[in-house]
């Protein structure tokens, strides 16, 4: 019952959320329009890194490594495609193999959540100078050449399933990456509900309890690696779709700092927390870019430190738990009420 | 033949300077557990020590051999005393705050150096093998590397200090019940592990390209190394140094560095698969 009625106002905070979207051309100038585009697209990808983090126990310190591959598969495709749906669907299936493969050594190695961290973190940064070094004719996939260093510009953008000679405008593509967050959010929702999710929660909190229940812990969280992969590079093809063009930098050892702030400010354990840090952070970095003094790693990594240090569990849990404890509720949510939590 | 030698002498410098660049993150790890994600971060402290040293006209020798890892040491004692003592048993949460500290110094060098690059000149010269041309700097680091780890296998296995280190490896509350104090070894470690980053820096500093962000280039094979290695101090970084720098200068000579940088990575993720706990996990078990 308390999961139909969190269910309830999910879905009563998407509805507005949606109807704020299909308004915002009204009222906000094209320039702003775009930059709220990008700032949607990041947030699914935190939402990628939120779920298998947060409710897979998954560390995944290279979730880079799936974005950069979606945008990259979606850059190639489309070119030589020439329409963007299937370049889109490719653009998830080439993380989600890559995804089971890695996931695969990793996770039926045994090996622990450090050695997990590390190995994602080497991976993006093993890919980001693999693509960096295809630069020339020799490094192209049928039409689209890979640039190295400089990148794949001119990547045609979304059209109109079936209709590759009707181009989105940014304000439609601005809708389409808003509804997707939305969607890929409430997606992401019912499988936390489910029995999945919940047995996904009981492995995280108990991986021997859950093995000893009869699940084996391995195929769900290869599961859940793989739907995480899935999401980001879905989010690479929205990126991609943002700026017509993709460059190694999206495989950078910036950005997997950015994703994990965005989780770790935001709250482990919640959804919403992920999209809220995604967007205050990207907000923040915007306005720091705008001025010269303060170096946005440092400001990033202060940012990091502090809430390591001094709100380990995030915005969004420690603000539910001062909710709750107001209420008289007790100090701090028990765990099972992390799944539940409000939008 | 004259090929062979220098293929070979890729080989080894490969090796050697896998040992370099992995030593202070393998001692940290072998000892706390922990994976310093600043590792990279230290090591390019150590390059800038050195190039803002020699620039001061200090003997280059002097500079790499003494000041890098004396400042980089200091720095990884007030890491520790500043941050990582409050997240002991927090193994996750000390990654992500060495991770935050990372990009804390990164920025704090790109606003006070700018983001271009400095460096030294090499202070050997080269020598000829048959048609092929090769710096004497490369045996150089080889015999850094071998001194490295002689000394740290002199350290723990024949003084005091080494004795202590081992007791609190193996069992950190054990040796607190003996008269031990675990944190104080902790310190030391971090310290000596962030003083072997810095050496390595000022190693590195004349034949890399000296810029704040120089430490991505070499973390990856750091971590490589040290995962493939497994929890051993020594065994572990020595004998996953061997194999990958092996396969990576071979697979480097056949197709490309970066290539080659795939290969190793592809080895060692196998590796994982078959030996979760690292080679030394599975062959030196119980040994330094």
Redesign the interface.
Known sequence: MQILTGMKGALIGSVIAAAAIIAAPFYVDLFQIMQLTVFAAMAVLALSLGFIWGYGGILCFGQTSFFGLGAYAYAVSAINFGDSTPAILLAILVPVVFAALLGYFMIYGGISDVYLGVITLTVSLILFNLVNSTAGDFYKIGEARLGGFNGIPGVPTFNLPGNPGYILTPEQAWMVTGIALILVYLGLRVLIASSFGRIIIAIRENETRAALLGYDPRIYKLITFMIGGAIAGFAGALYVNWGAFVSPTIFALGLSAQIIIWVIIGGRGTLIGPVIGCLLLQWMVTEIGAQQALDANFILGAILIIFVLLVPKGIAPTLRDLALSRLGRGETAPPEARVKVKT | MDLAIIVGLDVISGIASLVLISAGLAVIFGMM???N?AHGEFLMLGAYATVLSVSAGVNIWFAMLVIAPVFVGLVGVIVERC?IQ??YGR???T???T??????????T??IFGNTIVGVSSPLGGFQVGAYQSSLYTPFLALMAVFLMTAVFGVMRYTRAGLIARAVMQNPEMAATLGVNPARVYMATFGAGAAMSGLAGGLLAPVAGVVPTMG?AY??KA??T??GGGTSLLWGLISASGLFGFINQIAAFLT?P??G??IL?IA???L???L?TGIAGRFFKGRL
Do not use: C, H, Y
């Not at chain 2, 991770?99 to 704090?108: E, K």
């Open positions: 557990k922990i994976i994600l941050l409050f997240l193994l996750v949460d990654m992500l705050a991770w935050g500290l990372s990009l804390v110094i990164v920025g704090a790109t606003m991505a973390i990856a971590f490589i040290v995962v490309t970066v290539f940088e795939v990575f060692a993720v196998v994982i698969r078959l979760p």
